[in-house]
């Protein structure tokens, strides 16, 4: 059995429970084992933290990081803005050797070291490189032929020290989605912010201006549901939503669903209804407009 | 007494209060020094006959920078320490200086900051019918942190993260059979410990002003 080290991050432990259910049934579908490591900080996220002081950003990455370096296991990140964190940081500190000797300066005082050996994968790379395709095509029992989706890739997922390799996880994400069946729709501003970052700076703006715009193109599209894989992303289009209904009087209604909660419906794995209903906006008709929700049967 | 003497005094006199030493430019210079050794230095400088220029105060949010300028025979150096709004006082310099006296009296007219043992402390600037406990240059207690980032940076420090894992998480997650409890340095008192020491390391609880003994910023 494949085994990896499983960040979670702050977001997804505490809030957002439904990613991290589908996350543990789709990789037990999978025969992947997910380990917990003792001992993780936040990453620290990347919005704030990462702008208000650069050191303290390396400094919490890189304890975060020589926790795996000790375990010699590979780290698998589900949240986009973590995986960002990580990866920055250690390639950061990998392309300043002055500025890794000054972190570890600092790490030294609780007796840790960072050495830059840290495997750090999105989990969209454990689902496309180690897996594969053909194998998510395999687990498959319920092919999602009658959805169109609304693909939302989310800034964090253009990161990537090769800059050949910026659009890799881009094109992951739609060879799973078009794995499970699903028609992707497009809508002309895919690259387009969710809002979330800038909601943190002017929330008004961010919301009339990111947010409902976005929501209001894709609600044109014929789409059936927006796909996302990063939980702010999930946050501010699923639960903003419909701040934004009451704020500007107009019904939205439009499903967002975490990439792994749509492999979960695809592999009609048990519980999958309980994750759509822990969503803000309704995502429940989803179930039925795919054909019935088994609730685990494999009806093959 | 040229500067060179000065740094040797100071280096002589009050080693363990003495922060950093920079060079402004030619002829102009900044020694930092713990709040307890600058009126120390001012003393010992005064003593030696070195002129006091003026002292300048400048309100940072949560404290008050406060820079004693001395001409050394052409070379201003200037001595600054910090002086906590929660702490809003200092000793005075009249007393050995007279030519402090009404720049503090000043100072304490516009920034509200308290010299201790003034020989004579009244109103110098502003006028008389000025309401009283009105101090026209100070700031709010405010630290560098935006008010919508407060509650984010003083959780990070707090418990190791910006959404902390709380009572009510533990029971939603029983709640959705996920493991009610993950390993994380938030929910581990020795992991928090590590994180927490790093934050002190690296300055970041000075720079927001956090408050450890109540846990949270200084400022809402």
């Known amino acids: 059995m494949t085994e990896y080290t499983i960040f979670w991050g702050c977001l997804i432990s505490t809030k957002f429970l439904n990613i991290e259910k589908a996350s543990r049934m789709v990789f037990n579908e999978l025969g992947i084992k997910l380990n917990e490591s003792k001992g993780f900080s936040c990453c620290p996220e990347p919005v704030v933290s990462k702008?208000?002081?650069?050191?303290?950003?390396?400094?919490?990455?890189?304890?975060?990081?020589?926790?795996?370096?000790?375990?010699?296991?590979?780290?698998?990140?589900?949240?986009?803005?973590?995986?960002?964190?990580?990866?920055?940081?250690?390639?950061?500190?990998?392309?300043?050797?002055?500025?890794?000797?000054?972190?570890?300066?600092?790490?030294?005082?609780?007796?840790?070291?960072?050495q830059g050996t840290a495997q750090v994968l999105n989990f969209l790379e454990v689902l496309v490189k180690d897996i594969g395709i053909e194998n998510l095509k395999e687990h498959v029992k319920k092919p999602l032929n009658k959805l169109k989706v609304a693909m939302?890739?989310?800034?964090?997922?253009?990161?990537?020290?090769?800059?050949?390799?910026?659009?890799?996880?881009a094109r992951y994400f739609d060879d799973i989605v078009r794995a499970t069946g699903a028609d992707i729709i497009p809508y002309g501003c895919e690259r387009l912010c969710c809002g979330y970052p800038l909601s943190q700076y002017n929330y008004n703006y961010a919301l009339e201006n990111r947010t409902y715009n976005k929501l209001k193109i894709i609600s044109k599209c014929g789409a059936n549901c927006i796909v996302v894989t990063c939980p702010a992303c999930y946050y501010q289009l699923d639960f903003e939503q419909k701040t934004i209904e009451k704020k500007f009087g107009e019904k939205l209604g439009i499903p967002v669903i975490h990439l792994m909660e749509l492999l979960a419906m695809a592999f009609d794995l048990p519980g999958t209804d309980e994750l759509l209903k822990m969503h803000r906006t309704k995502a429940t008709p989803l179930l039925e407009l795919i054909g019935g929700y088994n609730g685990g049967t494999k009806s093959g | 007494m040229?500067?060179?003497?000065?740094?040797?005094?100071?280096?002589?006199?009050?080693?363990?209060?003495?922060?950093?030493?920079?060079?402004?430019?030619?002829?102009?210079y900044i020694i930092d020094i713990k709040r307890p050794g600058a009126i120390k230095a001012a003393k010992l400088l005064a003593e030696k006959d070195v002129r006091l220029i003026t002292i300048s105060c400048v309100d940072n949010g949560l404290d008050f920078e406060l820079?004693?300028?001395?001409?050394?025979?052409?070379?201003?150096?200037?001595?600054?320490?910090?002086?906590?709004?929660?702490?809003?006082?200092?000793?005075?310099?009249?007393?050995?200086?007279?030519?402090?006296?009404?720049?503090?009296?000043?100072?304490?007219?516009?920034?509200?900051?308290?010299?201790?043992?003034?020989?004579d402390f009244r109103r110098i600037i502003l006028p008389y019918e000025w309401p009283e406990g009105n101090y026209p240059l100070r700031k709010p207690m405010e630290g560098i942190v935006p008010k919508q980032h407060r509650k984010v940076v003083s959780d990070l420090i707090a418990t190791g993260q910006p959404i902390p894992f709380t009572s009510m998480a533990i029971k939603r997650r029983a709640r959705v059979d996920l493991p009610p409890e993950?390993?994380?340095?938030?929910?581990?008192?020795?992991?928090?410990?590590?994180?927490?020491?790093?934050?002190?390391?690296?300055?970041?609880?000075?720079?927001?002003?956090?408050?450890?003994?109540?846990?949270?910023?200084?400022y809402r």
């Open chain 1, 51 to 114: 702008v208000a002081d650069r050191n303290l950003w390396l400094t919490l990455a890189a304890r975060n990081l020589s926790l795996i370096e000790e375990k010699k296991q590979k780290l698998m990140v589900i949240c986009n803005g973590c995986y960002e964190s990580l990866y920055d940081a250690k390639h950061e500190l990998k392309r300043e050797p002055e500025l890794k000797q000054k972190i570890n300066e600092n790490l030294n005082a609780i007796g840790r070291t960072f």
């Open chain 2, 182 to 218: 993950l390993p994380v340095a938030s929910l581990r008192e020795d992991y928090l410990k590590e994180v927490q020491e790093l934050i002190k390391k690296t300055g970041f609880d000075k720079k927001v002003g956090f408050d450890w003994e109540k846990g949270g910023l200084k």
């Open chain 2, 67 to 119: 820079l004693y300028h001395f001409d050394a025979d052409g070379t201003i150096v200037s001595i600054r320490t910090f002086v906590p709004k929660d702490i809003n006082e200092i000793e005075s310099l009249a007393s050995v200086l007279p030519g402090a006296n009404w720049i503090e009296r000043e100072i304490h007219d516009l920034f509200g900051l308290k010299f201790n043992g003034h020989p």
């Open chain 2, 2 to 28: 040229i500067f060179d003497d000065i740094v040797r005094l100071l280096e002589q006199e009050l080693k363990d209060y003495i922060l950093g030493l920079q060079k402004m430019r030619t002829r102009r």
């Open chain 1, 152 to 169: 939302h890739y989310g800034c964090h997922l253009y990161t990537a020290e090769d800059p050949s390799k910026t659009w890799d996880l």
